[in-house]
């Protein structure tokens, strides 16, 4: 099971305790997670810090090469420690790595890297190193990667998770977010789409905005690996891996092939 861990369920202290013990039970009863998370937040928050200039282009953080460093100190250096340690403290250990351990992913730039830099996109997904990894602890993936000549780039955490559940042949892939699910009108939270197939998500991709776009296409991507269920969840819910589950209703969106 792929869970893609981010927003509010990773900047508040009670939900990231909730969210380990989760993981925790998950490892126990045999789900087999597997972690995978941004950090957009905590990066802008650092590169602030350090008088460095916040920039977006169509959702993808404007990144030059110290963009980028700053990026990958705060994902490895911090975030991603802190959850593998956090895993580890509740009872099971787990692994932290990125995308050039093991060559997990294989990047390239997108397509419009003239406006935004280093940001790349998911060529490849080699699972061998998650393979290893998750026979004994749980495994914690950064979405940073660099390629073979040494460049480093920034990757869209959703991109990352979506392509891992396919490579993987995931049973679930979940994403955590800061929103009830997926909202046939952003700004009110009563209008959740509780299930929808790929056909009709793909219907409506271009339509959707912000950050919901790239959770969207990453359910579609999950499917197309062969992953039966794709969720949307609220991270801002504690608990929220639970009550999708162990629940009959469920709670989130669904996307099913
Ligand atoms: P995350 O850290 O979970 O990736 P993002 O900010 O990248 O968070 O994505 C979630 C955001 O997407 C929501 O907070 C919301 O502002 C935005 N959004 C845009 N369109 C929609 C939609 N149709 N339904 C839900 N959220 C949407
Ligand atoms: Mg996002």
Redesign the pocket.
């Known amino acids: 099971m792929v869970i893609?861990y981010?927003?509010?369920a990773?900047r508040d202290e009670p939900l990231r305790e909730a969210f380990a013990t989760d993981v925790v039970l998950l490892k126990y009863v045999g789900l087999n997670p597997v972690i995978v998370h941004?950090g957009?937040?905590e990066i802008s928050d650092y590169m602030r810090r350090l008088g460095m200039e916040v920039r977006f282009h169509e959702?993808m953080r404007v990144s030059d090469a110290a963009t980028v460093e700053i990026a990958k100190m705060v994902l490895l250096g911090k975030l991603n420690s802190d959850i593998v340690q956090r895993i580890g403290r509740h009872g099971q250990p787990a692994v932290g790595l990125s995308g050039e351990d093991g060559w997990l992913f294989e990047v390239a730039p997108v397509p419009n890297a003239e406006q935004v830099g280093f940001v790349g996109s998911i060529e490849r997904v080699d699972v061998d190193v998650l393979n290893h990894i998750a026979a004994d602890y749980i495994p914690v993936v950064a979405s940073a990667a660099t390629d073979r000549a040494g460049n480093s780039y920034n990757i869209?955490?959703?991109e990352a998770a979506g392509k891992v559940a396919a490579a993987l042949g995931a049973h679930k892939a979940i994403?955590?977010?800061?929103?009830?699910?997926?909202?046939?009108?952003?700004e009110d939270g009563s209008t959740l789409?509780s299930r929808a197939t790929v056909a009709e998500v793909e219907a409506r991709l271009a339509s959707?905005?912000?950050?919901?776009?790239?959770?969207l296409q990453a359910c579609v991507d999950a499917i197309g690996g062969g992953t039966q269920y794709a969720h949307?969840l609220d991270?801002r819910r504690p608990h929220s891996l639970l009550l999708e589950l162990f629940t009959d209703e469920g709670i989130g969106t669904m996307v099913t092939p």
């Open positions: 893609k981010g927003g509010a990773m941004g957009g937040p959702g869209n955490a959703d994403f955590l977010t800061d929103v009830e699910g997926w909202l046939d009108d952003p789409i959707v905005g912000g950050g919901m776009r790239p959770k949307i991270g």
